[in-house]
């Protein structure tokens, strides 16, 4: 019998049946927010005392209902998130939330709502770069999602309630790089594959149920003595969207994944929201800024006549860098999703940046479905091979 | 002391058993279907008469290629691009890049110092692979070997503007009913399979010498629109099928002996030729 309440077995099982809680939840009254993206300010859900949920896809699930909604050369994650809620899969969400993260997402957006009748559907537009006038336009979108999901739970905001909330969501973001400090031994006393179990949790259950496993697995890790076995390398994974542990799996048959920068990873968790006076304020610039996915292009400064590419390559991947040396990283993947252009157009920059500092790197591209896992592997041993 | 290696690509399987100086005692290639996929034991047993040796005389044996985990005998799996680097420089001590254009796939490696530094390969589409131009030979109604042939005899240059298997597949049947001559299409298919496969290696800065194996290799018609596309004189193995199985019988060696000065117990196991009952 295993012993439940271990953190780790629970962050288990919370993965292998991910809408469990949060249908208990809507049993006894609550309202179950969706969200397909880490783009969508969760403090305002939880403030208004609202569930949010991640919607994800389902790798193992073949996309046959979106074919009548999405065209078939387009994102396949957002193809079988979309696929899943035309299948019924999610029909406890009570609303859902997108954004204009990148254009499949906002186009599915659209589909998505025409289709599915949720009580709740708000879509927050974000701009494409940082320069001020954006920021300015995007605290209005966050001050519109504010609004309307107001009107939704039928009670206004204070503003303490709003900090109350980003607290507590800081909070879950300082636990889960503390659970990153815990890759940095070696060898890890926690693998890629568990903590990707745990963030997929953290995206199921409400946020203070989700610190509380935090709590759990983090105590349990930094005793345990049946750790992941020492690989041959130490590797750094950078995607947009990692999410189902049999791509992990592959990754760690022959190395130890010490840093996931992807969204079922580290990538959402980096960085606190600042706690300005007016809140919104600071989620404003969390949300447009510290989020590191290639969805912005981070130019180190506009308006120049020339561009400087080792200063854009610092300004946009700087970060990697840090996370390779700081995780003593021998080796690097991208993984690409297959038309996931915003990711794609990274690739030849981001490899020129790893080679610039000497860690080798690869990336790999997939598209999203059982299938493409055998290829995936022998890619993924191959550049074993050459590092080890 | 002798060593095998055996390739279990998408279309053709390869067995080399070599002596500890490289020297090759058997090569054995033969079709990959649904069938023979779990009889590479079968294979090895015609490997090994052909060599006149039994199998506990083997001291080693590397599995590679896609079929490399249904080798039940294997001491090891390694993946075919460490295998084809590995092969192709024994046979080319200066090569720097490295193409293989396979059944189902195409893959190009960089190599320093006889060790592969960085690859790409193309995806799970077959469009610039072998099985592009059996599914066009089928299509034009010749064999696949002749294609090479028929394609050197061409005199005008036709453009096939898809990349695509099938969209290639229809263009040709259009440019058929346009009255065009059967060695211009296929050279312009030729044409189309070259500057896909270009395109991929170009990922990785290409330096001489480049060397260039895989069935595919054996078309003189692709040999030449790849010159042209790279823009570079390429070499070609003797036998460009079996760089992946030779490479796989070297690493053969270098494990075992390896496994021997660090003096661990005989990796020789006792092995039977069992056919793989499992699938992967």
Redesign the interface.
């Known amino acids: 019998m295993i012993d439940k309440s271990k953190g780790l077995s629970k962050a288990k099982e919370v993965y292998a049946n991910r809408s469990h809680r949060v249908k208990e939840l809507k049993a006894e009254g609550k309202k179950i927010i969706g969200y397909p993206c880490m783009y969508v300010p969760l403090e305002i859900i939880t403030a208004l005392d609202l569930i949010s949920y991640r919607t994800c896809g389902d790798m193992a699930e073949p996309v046959t209902e979106a074919d009548r909604a999405l065209p078939t050369a387009f994102c396949p994650i957002m193809r079988s998130c979309l696929d899943c809620a035309l299948k019924a899969k999610d029909d406890f969400l009570d609303g859902i939330v997108t954004t204009h993260s990148c254009d499949p997402q906002e186009k599915t957006a659209r589909v998505w709502e025409s289709y599915i009748n949720y009580s709740y559907f708000h879509f927050i537009d974000m701009p494409g770069t940082l320069r001020p006038e954006a920021l300015e336009y995007y605290r209005g979108q966050i001050n519109d999602f504010k609004k309307s999901l107001e009107s939704f739970a039928g009670k206004e905001l204070s503003s303490e309630k709003v900090k109350a909330a980003i607290r507590l969501h800081n909070r879950q973001r300082a636990l889960v790089r503390e659970l990153y400090e815990l890759t940095k031994p070696e060898p890890p006393l926690i693998s890629g594959t568990e903590i990707l179990q745990v963030v997929k949790a953290l995206m199921s259950l409400p946020v203070a149920e989700g610190n509380e496993l935090l709590d759990q697995v983090i105590s349990e890790v930094k005793g345990r003595t049946d750790g992941p076995q020492k690989k041959p390398a130490r590797l750094l994974v950078w995607s947009s969207t990692l999410d189902d542990i049999d791509i992990m799996q592959i990754f760690e048959a022959g190395a130890n994944v010490v840093m996931d920068e992807s969204c079922g990873g580290i990538r959402a968790y980096r960085a606190d929201v600042k706690l300005t006076d007016d809140p919104l304020d600071g989620l404003t610039h969390y949300y447009a800024t510290e989020i590191t996915c290639a969805r912005t292009f981070r130019e180190a400064a506009f308006g120049e006549a020339r561009k400087d590419y080792m200063a854009d390559l610092e300004s946009r991947f700087g970060h990697l860098k840090h996370i390779a040396k700081e995780w003593n990283a021998d080796g690097a993947i991208f993984l690409l999703v297959r038309y996931c252009d915003p990711f794609a157009f990274e690739m030849p920059s981001l490899k020129d940046y790893f080679d610039s500092f000497g860690i080798p790197s690869t990336y790999i591209e997939y598209d999203y479905t059982q299938g493409s896992l055998a290829p995936l592997r022998t890619r993924v041993e191959a550049f074993l091979e050459t590092i080890s | 002391m002798y060593f095998a290696g055996v390739d279990i690509g998408s279309t053709m399987t390869k067995i080399v058993l070599t002596q500890r100086d490289h020297r090759v005692l058997s090569a054995i290639k033969g079709p990959t279907g649904p069938e023979h996929r779990q009889l590479a034991n079968e294979v090895m047993k015609m490997a090994l008469e052909q060599a006149n040796l039994q199998l506990d005389e083997i001291s080693y044996v590397v599995a590679t290629g896609?079929g490399r985990l249904n080798v039940p005998f294997a001491d090891r799996q390694?993946?075919?691009?460490?295998c084809h680097a590995r092969g192709v420089s024994s046979l080319f001590t200066n090569v720097r890049t490295a193409i293989d254009i396979g059944g189902q796939?195409a893959k190009c490696m960089k190599i320093n110092n006889g060790?592969?530094?960085?690859?790409v390969?193309n995806?799970?589409c077959v469009a610039g692979t072998g099985r592009f131009l059996e599914i066009i030979a089928a299509t034009l109604g010749v064999k696949v070997e002749e294609l090479g042939d028929i394609s050197l005899k061409s005199t005008k240059k036709l453009e096939i503007s898809s990349f695509c298997t099938i969209f290639a597949q229809q263009e040709v049947v259009t440019r058929l009913s346009d009255g065009e001559n059967l060695e211009d299409i296929i050279a312009g298919l030729h044409d189309a399979l070259a500057s896909r496969v270009a395109g991929l290696v170009r990922?990785l800065k290409i330096e001489p010498d480049v060397v260039l194996t895989g069935g595919v290799a054996k078309n003189a018609g692709i040999v030449k629109a790849m010159k042209e596309n790279l823009g570079c004189e390429l070499l070609i193995p003797e036998d460009p099928l079996l760089t992946g199985a030779l490479g796989a019988a070297i690493l053969a060696k270098e494990y075992f002996l390896k496994a021997m000065s660090e003096g661990e117990p005989s990796p020789i196991k006792a092995r039977r030729l069992e056919r793989a009952m499992f699938f992967r």
């Open positions: 896609y390694i993946t075919e691009l460490t796939d060790k592969m530094v960085d690859f390969m995806d799970k990922r």
